[in-house]
């Protein structure tokens, strides 16, 4: 073929395969077989190869290319991506119809949408002239991660739009990236049988999966996405009138090409309303995936406009959620796991039994005062419960199906690791293992340093730590910056090997540029949380400034107690604490927190309150508090007698309303930046 029947071919080719995905994942009417399907691909991937300058970046083979990335680069979201109201009632369910009535003045004209709530990811999608540019998280609301890459390899989100009206313009698509319930076993299957942990469900699965930082393995994973949001950047269509009903706009993501649930409907009342949610209740396990309630909505855009936001929510939405799901199984045995803080916590080893489309073996039992209060014990029929649809609990026990010689549990009085005595401080519910070279807390302490919220080290997962442990290559967390010597000894492990060893050491060197106060979070001493880390750090300055403080001093921080205070003092007492430190000074981690700059003098914010409340659109909401505590303010989170100043953005909420009836001054944007020198 010459160069201009191979391009003719290869247009040919993308539309036809864009047209078996739409055929796929929004029609879910394939007309070709898997291999037929493939074998397109291939003859796609044939033709680029040989005529490289005719590869776009809306091919369909390019939904996965490129090398790892380092980080993922914040995307600020240009509308906040709000969460909603949640119910677990019908009386709540009413009085939210009541309020939308109420604000309207009469019911709304188009009803209200029903709409299943996936038990997914939340993903905002930019396109701009018909393509797919930015995909992001939800994050905060405000601001989440650019994960374009791992979007484009989602097959269900189409790079290149179908022809339709008004999908040449900019505009936002917001849905649920999720996984189907068969798709979830089968990648758990896989995981069991490489030797690596299953994941624990659809959700977290998917979470982990978008955020992983090679594109690559994230296109190995069965993701799906379902659009529920369609938003213009062009005001003139944002307010168009045959797409000013929330359902018109859900009809005309499909002509986009976009999945959309076929389980929404449109009702006029609170009946349907409930009809609806109620069904689904009953009948959710029948899906192929997970949901965990219901959406309900104000169908007409302009009639949401009328209703307006609260400051974290939509007043014209609320989610139905489902109580949580139980089923009964036996109880086989009672085990002990062992926390990184010598936490010993009690697991109900049972019989697996299905719940929410997930097969259950573990649960937790909390703690030795819980056990004897639900009186369980080895052998009953236990009542499981997913809690939030995450961890599953022992919530109780069917005294009717007790076997006659099943005997109250007694907590062991060692641990299961290491056979220390276990230990129950006064006024505790927990016991605690307090051997520090037990080999579960040395894993635990491991794992939590390498951590992502920690030091972020890539490669160094639960899975290889105990491998690293069990060879005796890691005693503790120090040791992990001797790992660069150890270079032979890592490869010669199984499933390990020359490139995952480099990736591996890069990762660790990596490491020692994080910020101290993630460091002192990352070095494990009880109570110390992040924001916890970050106040001593700017407090202190320095991880040896700390280590030297009074009891007294490090309790007199804003933000820290006296529990805090004591966990911190006694860490930085023990002998083996101040040896860990100097091993991990010696490997070169950062001691030493960035110097905090002296306030710029202003006479309008030295001193002053501050509350925030609103969407900024000038300023993120970290950047208006960077400028007053710079300024010597202070920012709260309540408004008071005490406040100074209200900053009030787009759809300010009740700080706003409580400032007006405290008569604190509420200032705009505007009038914020000019006091800015």
Same mark, same amino acid.
């Given at each position: 073929?010459?160069?201009?029947?191979?391009?003719?071919?290869?247009?040919?080719?993308?539309?036809?395969? $864009?047209?078996?995905?739409?055929?796929? #994942?929004?029609?879910?009417?394939?007309?070709?077989?898997?291999?037929?399907?493939?074998?397109?691909?291939?003859?796609?991937?044939?033709?680029?190869?040989?005529?490289?300058?005719?590869?776009?970046?809306?091919?369909?083979?390019?939904?996965?290319?490129?090398?790892?990335?380092?980080?993922?680069?914040?995307?600020?979201?240009?509308?906040?991506?709000?969460?909603?109201?949640?119910?677990?009632?019908?009386?709540?369910?009413?009085?939210?119809?009541?309020?939308?009535?109420?604000?309207?003045?009469?019911?709304?004209?188009?009803?209200?949408?029903?709409? +299943?709530?996936?038990?997914?990811?939340?993903?905002?999608?930019?396109?701009?002239?018909?393509?797919?540019?930015?995909? !992001?998280? *939800?994050?905060?609301?405000?601001?989440?991660?650019?994960?374009?890459?791992?979007?484009?390899?989602?097959?269900?989100?189409?790079?290149?739009?179908?022809?339709?009206?008004?999908?040449?313009?900019?505009?936002?698509? *917001? /849905?649920?990236?999720?996984?189907?319930? !068969?798709?979830?076993?089968?990648?758990?299957?896989?995981?069991?049988?490489? /030797?690596?942990?299953?994941?624990?469900?659809?959700?977290?699965?998917?979470?982990?999966?978008?955020?992983?930082?090679?594109?690559?393995?994230?296109?190995?994973?069965?993701?799906?996405?379902?659009?529920?949001?369609?938003?213009?950047? @062009?005001?003139?269509?944002?307010?168009?009138?045959? =797409?000013?009903?929330?359902?018109?706009?859900?009809?005309?993501?499909?002509?986009?090409?976009?999945?959309?649930?076929?389980?929404?409907?449109?009702?006029?009342?609170?009946?349907? =309303?409930?009809?609806?949610?109620?069904?689904?209740?009953?009948?959710?396990?029948?899906?192929?995936?997970?949901?965990?309630?219901?959406?309900?909505?104000?169908?007409?855009?302009?009639?949401?406009?009328?209703?307006?936001?609260?400051?974290?929510?939509?007043?014209?939405?609320?989610?139905?959620?489902?109580?949580?799901?139980?089923?009964?199984?036996? +109880?086989?045995?009672?085990?002990?796991?062992? %926390?990184?803080?010598?936490?010993?916590?009690?697991?109900?080893?049972?019989?697996?039994?299905?719940?929410?489309?997930?097969?259950?073996?573990?649960?937790?039992?909390?703690?030795?005062?819980? =056990?004897?209060?639900?009186?369980?014990?080895?052998?009953?029929?236990?009542?499981?419960? $997913?809690?939030?649809?995450?961890?599953?609990?022992?919530?109780?026990?069917?005294?009717?199906?007790?076997?006659?010689?099943?005997?109250?549990?007694?907590?062991?009085?060692?641990?299961?690791?290491?056979?220390?005595?276990?230990?129950?401080?006064?006024?505790?519910?927990?016991?605690?293992?307090?051997?520090?070279?037990?080999? !579960?807390?040395?894993?635990?302490?491991?794992?939590?340093?390498?951590?992502?919220?920690?030091?972020?080290?890539? %490669?160094?997962?639960?899975?290889?730590?105990?491998?690293?442990?069990?060879?005796?290559?890691?005693?503790?967390?120090?040791?992990?910056?001797? +790992?660069?010597?150890?270079?032979?000894?890592?490869?010669?492990?199984?499933?390990? /090997?020359?490139?995952?060893?480099?990736?591996?050491?890069?990762?660790?060197?990596?490491?020692?540029? *994080?910020?101290?106060?993630?460091?002192?979070?990352? =070095? /494990?001493?009880?109570?110390?949380?992040?924001?916890?880390?970050?106040?001593?750090?700017?407090?202190?300055?320095?991880?040896? !400034?700390?280590?030297?403080?009074?009891?007294?001093?490090?309790?007199?921080?804003?933000?820290?107690?006296?529990?805090?205070?004591?966990?911190?003092?006694? #860490?930085?007492?023990?002998?083996?604490?101040?040896?860990?430190?100097? *091993?991990?000074?010696?490997?070169?981690?950062?001691?030493?927190?960035?110097?905090?700059?002296?306030?710029?003098?202003?006479?309008?914010?030295?001193?002053?309150?501050?509350?925030?409340?609103?969407?900024?659109?000038?300023?993120?909401? @970290?950047?208006?508090?960077?400028?007053?505590?710079?300024?010597?303010?202070?920012?709260?989170?309540?408004?008071?007698?005490?406040?100074?100043?209200?900053?009030?953005?787009?759809?300010?909420?009740?700080?706003?309303?409580?400032?007006?009836?405290?008569?604190?001054?509420?200032?705009?944007?505007?009038?914020?930046?000019?006091?800015?020198?």
């Amino acid at each position: 073929m010459t160069k201009a029947q191979t391009e003719q071919k290869i247009a040919a080719l993308r539309e036809t395969i $864009r047209e078996h995905d739409y055929r796929y #994942f929004v029609l879910a009417a394939p007309a070709i077989s898997d291999r037929e399907y493939d074998r397109l691909m291939q003859q796609l991937r044939d033709l680029e190869s040989e005529f490289p300058e005719l590869v776009t970046p809306e091919s369909p083979t390019q939904r996965v290319g490129g090398e790892p990335t380092k980080a993922f680069p914040p995307a600020v979201h240009h509308v906040p991506m709000l969460s909603l109201s949640n119910t677990y009632n019908a009386e709540e369910v009413e009085d939210f119809a009541r309020r939308v009535r109420d604000m309207l003045g009469h019911d709304p004209n188009d009803g209200f949408t029903c709409e +299943l709530k996936f038990d997914g990811v939340a993903m905002s999608l930019l396109y701009q002239h018909g393509k797919l540019v930015r995909g !992001a998280t *939800r994050g905060d609301g405000t601001t989440g991660d650019n994960v374009t890459a791992n979007v484009r390899t989602i097959r269900a989100i189409p790079l290149t739009l179908r022809e339709a009206k008004f999908s040449r313009e900019s505009f936002e698509v *917001r /849905g649920e990236v999720f996984m189907e319930l !068969a798709g979830f076993q089968k990648l758990n299957a896989q995981r069991e049988e490489d /030797g690596e942990p299953p994941f624990a469900n659809p959700r977290n699965s998917t979470a982990g999966t978008l955020k992983t930082l090679d594109a690559r393995e994230v296109a190995k994973r069965p993701l799906r996405f379902c659009a529920y949001q369609l938003r213009f950047d @062009d005001a003139a269509i944002e307010h168009a009138p045959e =797409i000013d009903r929330h359902s018109k706009r859900l009809e005309l993501l499909e002509a986009f090409g976009f999945p959309i649930s076929k389980d929404t409907r449109v009702v006029s009342d609170i009946p349907g =309303i409930m009809q609806f949610a109620m069904h689904w209740q009953e009948h959710h396990e029948e899906l192929p995936f997970q949901i965990d309630g219901a959406v309900i909505k104000v169908n007409s855009l302009r009639e949401q406009e009328g209703v307006g936001f609260i400051s974290k929510s939509p007043r014209w939405a609320i989610a139905y959620k489902f109580e949580s799901q139980q089923a009964k199984t036996r +109880l086989n045995a009672i085990t002990l796991q062992v %926390g990184r803080m010598g936490t010993v916590t009690p697991v109900a080893e049972l019989e697996p039994v299905g719940l929410t489309g997930i097969t259950i073996r573990r649960a937790t039992l909390h703690n030795a005062d819980e =056990i004897e209060r639900k009186d369980i014990r080895i052998g009953d029929m236990v009542l499981v419960e $997913r809690g939030g649809e995450v961890i599953p609990k022992v919530v109780g026990i069917d005294p009717s199906e007790r076997p006659k010689n099943a005997k109250p549990y007694s907590f062991p009085t060692d641990c299961p690791e290491c056979n220390t005595p276990l230990v129950r401080p006064p006024g505790e519910v927990n016991w605690y293992c307090e051997n520090p070279e037990c080999p !579960a807390q040395v894993t635990g302490r491991i794992v939590h340093f390498a951590s992502r919220t920690a030091m972020d080290i890539a %490669g160094l997962g639960s899975q290889s730590v105990e491998q690293l442990v069990a060879g005796n290559l890691l005693h503790n967390v120090a040791d992990i910056y001797d +790992l660069k010597d150890r270079r032979l000894e890592l490869i010669a492990l199984e499933r390990m /090997g020359d490139k995952k060893v480099d990736n591996l050491l890069e990762g660790i060197e990596q490491s020692k540029s *994080r910020p101290t106060a993630r460091f002192l979070f990352a =070095i /494990g001493i009880r109570h110390v949380g992040v924001s916890v880390a970050k106040l001593l750090i700017d407090e202190f300055g320095s991880v040896d !400034a700390l280590s030297e403080a009074s009891e007294e001093a490090i309790d007199d921080v804003p933000g820290i107690g006296p529990e805090i205070a004591s966990s911190v003092f006694a #860490f930085f007492q023990k002998p083996q604490s101040k040896q860990l430190l100097e *091993r991990l000074r010696a490997a070169g981690l950062p001691f030493v927190g960035e110097k905090k700059a002296k306030p710029i003098q202003s006479e309008f914010f030295s001193g002053k309150t501050f509350v925030l409340t609103g969407t900024l659109t000038a300023l993120t909401r @970290d950047e208006a508090k960077e400028k007053i505590e710079s300024r010597g303010g202070k920012v709260s989170g309540s408004v008071s007698k005490k406040t100074h100043y209200v900053l009030a953005g787009v759809e300010a909420g009740s700080k706003l309303q409580k400032a007006e009836e405290l008569g604190v001054r509420v200032l705009s944007e505007e009038e914020f930046l000019k006091e800015i020198p």
